[in-house]
């Protein structure tokens, strides 16, 4: 079975443009999390979405938002972008919202702000 | 708030040692614990997870601990091999939407 998948690979965008990253979670899983690892850090919590709704949300600003379609996959959009937003960003997926479930996490987006 | 402190951020010992890492965190309320391995510039592979009520997970050469009470997990890799070299990270997780929490990881090298 396919495992968490994410696209774009790699990114390169400028200070103020706004950017779309994808995921689709592993056949069956109907939780999708984002996740931010900036270079040397753990990753940070973005969202939680869990059918369709947004179940959980981390310190991050409203340029960033996301949606969950019904397959299960989702979009990660970020807005004005700055120098700062430069990192890795992790899908993950799990069985249900709650998180008790083992995480799943796909190879991320590599996007660099320039 | 929270806070999962890794130790050490690095180490580096020869193939064939057995080895221990260490993940520490201040909230005692959580749901299990998760032990991940990432490769450079690549996502996370699940290791192990561990629910609150269990004490220890075992997977091949790997064994994971927890103690609720005292805020602690220990990830034990027994036979250490180069292909062990990664980061090894771990996570806690509320049970809730709040997603998990992640220390900074541990550099792990294995000198062949």
């Known amino acids: 079975d396919a495992g968490v998948t994410q696209s774009p690979t790699h990114l390169i965008k400028t200070r103020g443009q706004q950017v779309t990253l994808r995921c689709s979670p592993i056949?069956?899983?109907?939780?999708v999390s984002w996740y931010q690892q900036v270079l040397g850090q753990g990753p940070q919590f973005i969202f939680q979405?869990?059918?369709?709704?947004?179940?959980g949300r981390g310190n991050f600003p409203d340029r960033f938002s996301a949606r969950q379609f019904p397959n299960y996959s989702s979009e990660l959009n970020v807005n004005a972008l700055l120098l700062g937003d430069s990192a890795l960003y992790l899908c993950?997926?799990?069985?249900?919202?709650?998180?008790?479930?083992?995480?799943?996490f796909g190879p991320g987006t590599r996007l660099t702000v320039t | 708030k929270q806070e999962v402190t890794q130790i050490p951020a690095a180490l580096s010992v020869p193939e064939g040692e057995n080895l221990v890492l260490n993940c520490s965190f201040t909230?005692?309320?959580?749901?299990?614990l998760q032990w991940f391995r990432q490769d450079p510039g690549k996502g996370l592979t699940s290791l192990l997870l561990?629910?609150?009520?269990?004490r220890e997970q075992t997977s091949g050469r790997l064994n994971a601990s927890l103690d609720k009470s005292s805020g602690r997990s220990t990830l034990y890799i027994a036979a250490s091999q180069p292909g062990d070299s990664a980061t090894y990270l771990c996570?806690?997780?509320?049970?809730?939407?709040?997603?998990?929490?992640f220390g900074k990881g541990t550099h792990l090298i294995i000198q062949p």
């Open positions: 993950a997926s799990s069985p249900r919202g709650q998180g008790v479930y083992e995480q799943y």
């Open positions: 056949s069956g899983h109907k939780s």
């Open positions: 979405y869990y059918e369709k709704e947004e179940r």
């Open positions: 909230d005692s309320a959580i749901y299990n």
């Open positions: 561990i629910q609150s009520s269990q």
């Open positions: 996570a806690t997780g509320g049970g809730g939407a709040d997603g998990l929490t």
